[in-house]
């Protein structure tokens, strides 16, 4: 349980206790890292086909997603973090046609190890979707 206190206008206290459970069903739904290696011969295409995704989000964004890639300072590791504010948010993501067409080329290029996924459980944001 989370404790607050707040000082009312004419000077009393209050205490407000918040349930985790509740916080977090409230806060951010979903959260997903995904990591894999590529061989370095495919670096740059897979950094072109990322961008290409990229450029379809900023051009057509959904609503209550962020969605972001990153590389590892070995320049094969790619992460991607796509945070949502509910799985069926989540979901649209594979309704992007350039999204689709990223996976199955990532996937045909045999990557050194193949995406792996991971729920990220939410702590706190300076955004809210």
């Keep these: 349980h989370w404790l607050k206190k707040s000082i009312t206008e004419d000077g009393r206290q209050h205490k407000l206790i918040f349930n985790d459970d509740v916080f977090k069903k409230s806060y951010i739904m ?6 894999y290696v590529v061989k370095p011969e495919y ?3 897979n950094k072109a086909n990322i961008k290409k995704v990229m450029d379809k989000l900023k051009s057509d964004p959904i609503e209550g997603m962020l969605y972001s890639s990153f590389t590892l300072d070995d320049g ?3 992460v991607h973090i796509n945070i949502c504010k509910d799985e069926e948010t989540m979901n649209k993501l594979n309704d992007v046609q350039e999204f689709g067409e990223f996976r199955k080329a990532l996937k045909e290029s045999g990557p050194i190890e193949p995406p792996k996924s991971t729920n ?3 702590v706190a944001a300076g955004f809210e979707l």
């Design 43 to 45: 670096v740059n295409q």
């Design 30 to 35: 979903k959260a997903v890292k995904v990591q």
């Design 76 to 78: 094969q590791t790619f």
């Design 120 to 122: 990220l459980e939410p």
